[in-house]
């Protein structure tokens, strides 16, 4: 079982939709958990840290359920300029592990 | 902000030659450097820690011999592809963790290693 799983996509929508991705993950002593955007062939950058009592920055808001071992990240009006790769992340002692992502693509 | 610069972006390399790429921490000190690979339509995945002044902790899989990691000061780490060969063709990434502010992680811009 991989240690991040997200539902890779693609996920195609116009332009105003609210779109939604999970991801679960298989350490249950995981303390921070994130997400990433990642560009076609950039290096990822990060989107926002999850908090177990939910956390919103203008658009997005991403949920944490420990119990359930999962991560969402919700998207609101999306925008042309949403279309990426959105990774979630888990850090794990030192290190982050990264879920294989989930492809964005925004249509006008 | 605190920026890691990866050089080179891009590289074409014949098969069996060696390729070395260099992650710099311009604006802070890097006491760990991970370096990640990440192919077509896959997750990125850690290759290995390396740590300022001492042997890099290399993830499951990953051959330490080929794959030769210098992290000799503070703000340089090197990643060695030695003896590449096509499947290695792949992105590789480099990352530190901010010991300061928010204790985050900075990513370099990534390499493009092409092996023909």
């Known amino acids: 079982r991989k240690e991040v799983e997200q539902d890779p996509g693609p996920f195609n929508v116009p332009e105003g939709a609210t779109v939604a991705f999970n991801c679960t993950y298989s350490n249950s002593a995981s303390q921070s958990f994130f997400w990433y955007r990642q560009d076609c062939r950039k290096e990822p950058k990060l989107l926002m840290s999850v908090y177990s009592s939910g956390n919103e920055d203008g658009r997005f808001t991403a949920q944490l359920n420990r119990a359930s071992q999962y991560i969402s990240l919700l998207i609101r009006d999306s925008k042309l300029s949403d279309s990426a790769t959105y990774l979630c992340v888990v850090k794990d002692t030192d290190k982050l592990i990264f879920g294989t992502g989930t492809r964005l693509q925004v249509f006008p | 902000g605190a920026v890691v610069s990866q050089h080179p972006s891009r590289v074409i390399c014949k098969s069996g030659t060696s390729v070395k790429i260099e992650c710099r921490s311009l604006?802070?000190?890097?006491?760990?450097m991970f370096w990640y690979r990440q192919f077509p339509k896959q997750s990125l995945m850690l290759m290995a820690t390396?740590?300022?002044?001492?042997?890099?902790?290399?993830e499951q899989g990953v051959e330490k011999d080929k794959f030769l990691i210098n992290h000799a000061s503070l703000t340089l780490s090197t990643l060695t592809v030695t003896s590449a060969h096509p499947e290695d063709s792949s992105f590789y990434i480099c990352s530190a963790r901010l010991l300061t502010g928010d204790y985050g992680y900075t990513f370099g811009s990534g390499t493009r290693l092409t092996v023909v």
């Open positions: 604006d802070f000190q890097a006491t760990t």
């Open positions: 390396s740590n300022e002044g001492s042997k890099a902790t290399y």
